[in-house]
């Protein structure tokens, strides 16, 4: 929590908070049902980037409650990200054996 | 700006365009591998610059080697092995593992912050409600998801769970959570303080997600993924990451929108969804309703007969064929009958099965052509037309009682007309009621005819049926 203190970043920050909410909003408004499920598994992966997070509070880890803090972690958003990506891989895999049809 | 910094500031924007991608080519057909794998390449990229540009990663990489072993091999066996029927749970998990490495993550900060003022003075007001968001919306996705999952697996009872005064019990628990926040974001950096803070918001997830019913899991898994994705941008506001930012409110808008589409869907609000407690006056008022319907039974020869020399069959699959692994035997059924030049459609309903998609995605796999996949609008009007439409372990979605009876709990959900097929053949393994608890009319009508018995079994044995008939 050492570097958001500026004013203007934090304003910056928002810019980018709100511009992502619509930009969410509006990529995923027109989905057949089919994909709904992947759609939602794929978003989740997505938010595994929360390990990278993770990783920043590792490397500030001095004491050792932060250093099991940023382990577990770790660890969770390792889990999030890679069983995400993997799950959707493996949901989506049924899907493209077939060619021509409908999209 | 240093030379790093703005290479992190490249690889953020670069990440923030791949999720971005990754979402969009995920809502077609044609492209959502791809762009599934598009969202892999972004995410190892800044995981990969995270760890070489960060001062003190090197210090500590073995945290990270540890954390990411577990984390890989964990993530990697659990989507794998997880059979087809058991991807909704699996999702709730990997979400639930979100939510909870954000509301660490927004702890450790916190512990850093008070760390580094040991005059005890506050830490900054707008980094700190950011931090208390993260910490808060984290843990209730953490602990809901956890609900959902033993829900989803049979862990714990998927019947809505209610109890006398529950609303007010959450009504006091949210109370809680604002007045802690307040005074942790005003008054005081106690470290306890803060802890009962977390331990409260999981608490908080439990009492939310156990009075809902098992087959409203999707749509609350979808939810708490927003607020994953919510609780993500928090931490990301509060590292002044924004790869964080951008990913958490991508997916906190998006998964809001899923959501709300997966509502539209069942004709229910989320508010109904969240606080109707679906399900669990129904059950009682079924039991008592003294639920014996008369049912007519039919031999699979019989229904296999039916079917042979029908002109068009509709099928329609639910959750029954999912359990019972049927997906395999039911294409055999449609190649035999297309061969003996019978129409054969399948009738999808948006929530057949516990996730939206779930039928296509098992459909699919057995090789059924997409263009026999048909979805409910698109449908309805042909089962008037059809001799025989085949309902395989689903339920609600084919209640008349939806269309017609308007004290019914499920009252105004669009279903599949299959009462309007000359017959009706009815897969079930029992005369229980479905996932929502309502007794179905439709099995009391006369041109309905149930074959009881295991999916997979009664779909085999239709198979040997038509091969002889």
């Given at each position: 929590m050492t570097e958001?203190?500026?004013?203007?970043?934090?304003?910056?920050?928002?810019?980018?908070?709100?511009?992502?909410?619509?930009?969410?909003?509006?990529?995923?408004?027109?989905?057949?049902?089919?994909?709904?499920?992947?759609?939602?598994?794929?978003?989740?992966?997505?938010?595994?980037?929360?390990?990278?997070?993770?990783?920043?509070?590792?490397?500030?880890?001095?004491?050792?409650?932060?250093?099991?803090?940023?382990?577990?972690?770790?660890?969770?958003?390792?889990i999030n990200v890679v069983g995400g990506f993997v799950v959707t891989d493996r949901m989506l895999e049924m899907f493209k054996r077939r060619p021509g049809d409908r999209s | 700006m240093s030379g790093t910094e703005i290479v992190t500031f490249a690889v953020w924007l670069i990440a923030a365009a791949t999720f971005i991608l990754a979402l969009k080519f995920l809502a077609s057909p044609k492209t959502a591998r791809t762009g599934n794998l598009l969202g892999a390449a972004g995410m190892a990229l800044v995981i990969a610059w995270t760890f070489v540009s960060s001062s003190g990663m090197l210090e500590h990489w073995w945290i990270l080697v540890v954390g990411a072993l577990i984390g890989a091999v964990v993530g990697t066996l659990g989507a794998r092995r997880v059979p087809m029927t058991a991807m909704p749970q699996m999702v709730a998990i990997f979400n639930?593992?979100?939510?909870?490495?954000?509301?660490?993550?927004?702890?450790?900060e916190f512990l850093l912050g008070v760390n580094q003022r040991p005059g005890g003075e506050l830490l900054p007001l707008v980094p700190m409600i950011a931090t208390l968001l993260g910490a808060v919306i984290g843990g209730v996705s953490l602990t809901g998801s956890i609900v959902a999952f033993g829900k989803l697996q049979g862990l714990i009872n998927a019947r809505a769970v209610t109890y006398p005064g529950q609303q007010i019990v959450a009504a006091l628990l949210l109370g809680a959570l604002v007045v802690i926040g307040i005074v942790l974001a005003t008054l005081t950096n106690s470290v306890p303080l803060f802890v009962l803070f977390v331990a409260i918001a999981l608490v908080t997830g439990v009492a939310l997600v156990m009075p809902i019913g098992g087959a409203d899991m999707p749509v609350v898994i979808s939810l708490l993924n927003s607020y994953t994705g919510i609780a993500v941008a928090a931490t990301g506001f509060v590292l002044g990451n924004y790869a964080l930012l951008i990913a958490g409110t991508l997916v906190g808008a998006s998964g809001a929108i899923l959501t709300q589409l997966m509502c539209t869907a069942m004709n229910r609000s989320i508010f109904n969804v969240l606080f109707g407690a679906f399900g669990a006056v129904v059950a009682g008022g079924a039991a008592a309703a003294g639920g014996e319907q008369a049912a007519r039974e039919i031999t699979a020869e019989d229904a296999a007969v039916l079917m042979a020399y029908g002109k068009k069959v509709i099928i329609v699959p639910g959750y029954g064929m999912a359990v019972a692994q049927a997906q395999g035997p039911v294409r055999e059924l449609m190649d035999l009958l297309v061969a003996k030049g019978v129409d054969v459609q399948f009738a999808i309903h948006p929530v057949a099965g516990r996730m939206?998609?779930?039928?296509?995605?098992?459909?699919?796999?057995?090789?059924?052509?997409?263009?026999?996949?048909?979805?409910?609008?698109?449908?309805?009007?042909?089962?008037?037309?059809?001799?025989?439409?085949?309902?395989?372990?689903?339920?609600?979605?084919?209640?008349?009682?939806?269309?017609?009876?308007?004290?019914?709990?499920?009252?105004?959900?669009?279903?599949?007309?299959?009462?309007?097929?000359?017959?009706?053949?009815?897969?079930?393994?029992?005369?229980?009621?479905?996932?929502?608890?309502?007794?179905?009319?439709?099995?009391?009508?006369?041109?309905?005819?149930?074959?009881?018995?295991?999916?997979?079994?009664?779909?085999?044995?239709?198979?040997?049926?038509?091969?002889?008939?």
């Amino acid at each position: 929590m050492t570097e958001a203190l500026d004013p203007r970043a934090l304003l910056d920050a928002l810019f980018i908070l709100v511009l992502a909410a619509f930009v969410g909003y509006e990529v995923v408004s027109k989905v057949p049902t089919m994909l709904h499920t992947p759609l939602m598994s794929g978003a989740n992966a997505i938010h595994g980037v929360i390990v990278v997070g993770a990783m920043l509070i590792a490397a500030t880890a001095g004491d050792f409650l932060r250093i099991i803090l940023a382990l577990v972690a770790i660890t969770l958003g390792t889990i999030n990200v890679v069983g995400g990506f993997v799950v959707t891989d493996r949901m989506l895999e049924m899907f493209k054996r077939r060619p021509g049809d409908r999209s | 700006m240093s030379g790093t910094e703005i290479v992190t500031f490249a690889v953020w924007l670069i990440a923030a365009a791949t999720f971005i991608l990754a979402l969009k080519f995920l809502a077609s057909p044609k492209t959502a591998r791809t762009g599934n794998l598009l969202g892999a390449a972004g995410m190892a990229l800044v995981i990969a610059w995270t760890f070489v540009s960060s001062s003190g990663m090197l210090e500590h990489w073995w945290i990270l080697v540890v954390g990411a072993l577990i984390g890989a091999v964990v993530g990697t066996l659990g989507a794998r092995r997880v059979p087809m029927t058991a991807m909704p749970q699996m999702v709730a998990i990997f979400n639930g593992a979100g939510g909870g490495a954000a509301a660490v993550v927004a702890l450790s900060e916190f512990l850093l912050g008070v760390n580094q003022r040991p005059g005890g003075e506050l830490l900054p007001l707008v980094p700190m409600i950011a931090t208390l968001l993260g910490a808060v919306i984290g843990g209730v996705s953490l602990t809901g998801s956890i609900v959902a999952f033993g829900k989803l697996q049979g862990l714990i009872n998927a019947r809505a769970v209610t109890y006398p005064g529950q609303q007010i019990v959450a009504a006091l628990l949210l109370g809680a959570l604002v007045v802690i926040g307040i005074v942790l974001a005003t008054l005081t950096n106690s470290v306890p303080l803060f802890v009962l803070f977390v331990a409260i918001a999981l608490v908080t997830g439990v009492a939310l997600v156990m009075p809902i019913g098992g087959a409203d899991m999707p749509v609350v898994i979808s939810l708490l993924n927003s607020y994953t994705g919510i609780a993500v941008a928090a931490t990301g506001f509060v590292l002044g990451n924004y790869a964080l930012l951008i990913a958490g409110t991508l997916v906190g808008a998006s998964g809001a929108i899923l959501t709300q589409l997966m509502c539209t869907a069942m004709n229910r609000s989320i508010f109904n969804v969240l606080f109707g407690a679906f399900g669990a006056v129904v059950a009682g008022g079924a039991a008592a309703a003294g639920g014996e319907q008369a049912a007519r039974e039919i031999t699979a020869e019989d229904a296999a007969v039916l079917m042979a020399y029908g002109k068009k069959v509709i099928i329609v699959p639910g959750y029954g064929m999912a359990v019972a692994q049927a997906q395999g035997p039911v294409r055999e059924l449609m190649d035999l009958l297309v061969a003996k030049g019978v129409d054969v459609q399948f009738a999808i309903h948006p929530v057949a099965g516990r996730m939206p998609g779930h039928m296509n995605v098992l459909l699919a796999e057995a090789n059924v052509p997409y263009d026999r996949l048909k979805e409910m609008d698109e449908i309805n009007d042909d089962f008037a037309s059809a001799d025989v439409a085949l309902v395989i372990g689903a339920n609600d979605v084919t209640n008349p009682a939806a269309r017609n009876d308007a004290g019914s709990p499920i009252y105004g959900m669009p279903i599949l007309n299959v009462d309007h097929a000359q017959n009706v053949i009815v897969l079930k393994r029992s005369m229980g009621a479905g996932f929502a608890g309502i007794d179905n009319p439709l099995y009391a009508d006369p041109k309905t005819a149930m074959l009881f018995g295991d999916a997979k079994t009664s779909v085999a044995s239709l198979v040997s049926g038509v091969k002889s008939a």
